[in-house]
């Protein structure tokens, strides 16, 4: 399971100019999964992205997390997460989990950052979406449950 963490002001997902998710401050989510990927992985991710301190603290450290500052979850799909481009010039994505199996991972993802207690709003899965974020700082992280 892969995920790509920005640190958000704001950020929105828009499909057909209708806004389907839309958070203030908080994290921003590209959310993609293996075919290996289960409730270990999810577990995991769940875990790390509601303790994770990239939030500044007075004296202006990262030292808080999306849960100290009261802050939301926007959760995109993103199977792109798994594309593999170190041959030729068009990225393979067979190391993505199959589209049935990754709805089901991403839904239990969903669920489970829910029950950390946390605000969460989600793009549509497999649709054509529109992302806008305002990264704040920027401060973008990678998490790879493989890693």
């Not at 590209?30 to 301190?53: N, P, S, T, Y």
């Not at 549509?124 to 700082?137: C, E, K």
């Amino acid at each position: 399971m892969r995920c790509v963490v920005q640190r958000a002001a704001t950020a929105k997902v828009e499909v057909e100019g209708q806004i389907v998710g839309q958070i203030g401050r908080g994290l921003m989510v590209l959310v993609g999964f293996c075919q290996e990927d289960g409730q270990k992985d999810i577990d995991w991710m769940a875990h790390k992205l509601a303790g994770l301190r990239i939030f500044e603290d007075a004296e202006g450290k990262m030292n808080k997390s999306v849960r100290d500052i009261d802050g939301s979850l926007l959760l995109v799909s993103q199977f792109t997460l798994y594309g593999d481009a170190t041959r030729g010039f068009r990225p393979s994505f067979i190391g993505a989990a199959p589209a049935d199996h990754a709805r089901g991972l991403f839904d239990d993802f969903v669920a489970r950052m829910r029950e950390e207690g946390l605000p969460v709003e989600t793009g549509v899965f497999q649709a054509d979406m529109q992302v806008s974020l305002v990264n704040d700082g920027p401060v973008t992280i990678w998490l790879d449950t493989k890693a």
